[in-house]
């Protein structure tokens, strides 16, 4: 079956600190991979995501991921965490075939503590 | 870059009547568009898949005829919430996947969402 596993429902993160929200996918074929950001109530914004090539993907907002293919995982991580970053995020994982939908995982809540 | 428009961002209804949801792409065509639904602190869940010119894909557990989409042209997909009760309040984001190929081709882009609530 199809799913993505974000193991952290929260976390909380000094301001400045690093952060590591974990994402593990079960697919039956190579993915692509992705991380989206919502803010309260708002819609969804792609930080970043991961086709082929170099496993290690940058993003927007100082964000990147590693596509970890042994471990079946795709980690998003930041150095330095920033008060703004506060919100719901989102591990997806599509098909390559063009035209299918996103499986999301439940999501984590980053709060960042000053 | 592409952009997806939702309207309304808000909408509140008496219980019984129908609302409709619409989702544009901007500035490209997009001949599938999803619909996804999303309970508070909960993740999206795929209602329906709509393709321009041919009924929607509905998923498991989905009522077609309560939620009726209508995919009328390579820019508009419409979302209609018939016969709303309390149990339909959520937020309802729709997704496009821009028709072009490569490697892009199977990027989403979303729209805001639209938060129905059935009084």
């Known amino acids: 079956a199809q799913s993505v596993t974000q193991p952290d429902i929260h976390i909380t993160v000094s301001e400045g600190a690093s952060l590591e929200l974990r994402c593990n996918y079960s697919y039956g074929a190579t993915p692509y991979l992705f991380w989206y950001v919502q803010s309260p109530g708002q819609g969804l914004q792609l930080l970043l995501k991961?086709?082929?090539?170099?496993?290690l993907v940058q993003g927007i907002k100082g964000f990147e991921a590693e596509f970890k293919r042994s471990q079946s995982s795709f980690n998003l991580r930041k150095p330095s965490v920033h008060w703004s970053d506060a919100a719901e995020y989102f591990c997806?994982?599509?098909?390559?075939?063009?035209?299918?939908?996103?499986?999301f995982g439940k999501g984590t809540t980053l709060s960042v503590s000053s | 870059g592409a952009v997806v428009s939702q309207h309304p961002s808000w909408v509140i209804c008496k219980s019984g009547t129908s609302v409709k949801i619409e989702c544009r792409s901007l500035d490209f065509q997009a001949t599938t568009m999803f619909w996804y639904r999303q309970f508070p602190k909960q993740s999206l869940m795929l209602m329906a898949t709509s393709n321009e010119g041919s009924k929607a894909t509905y998923e498991q557990g989905v009522e077609k005829d309560k939620f009726l989409i209508n995919h009328a042209s390579l820019t508009l997909s419409t979302l209609t919430v018939t016969s709303a009760h309390p149990e339909d309040s959520s937020f309802y984001i729709c997704?496009?996947?821009?028709?072009?190929?490569?490697?892009?081709?199977?990027?989403?882009?979303f729209g805001a969402g639209s938060r129905l609530t059935v009084l």
């Open positions: 997704s496009a996947r821009e028709d072009r190929g490569g490697s892009g081709a199977n990027v989403l882009t």
């Open positions: 997806a994982v599509g098909a390559r075939q063009a035209g299918t939908a996103l499986i």
């Open positions: 991961y086709f082929s090539g170099d496993t």
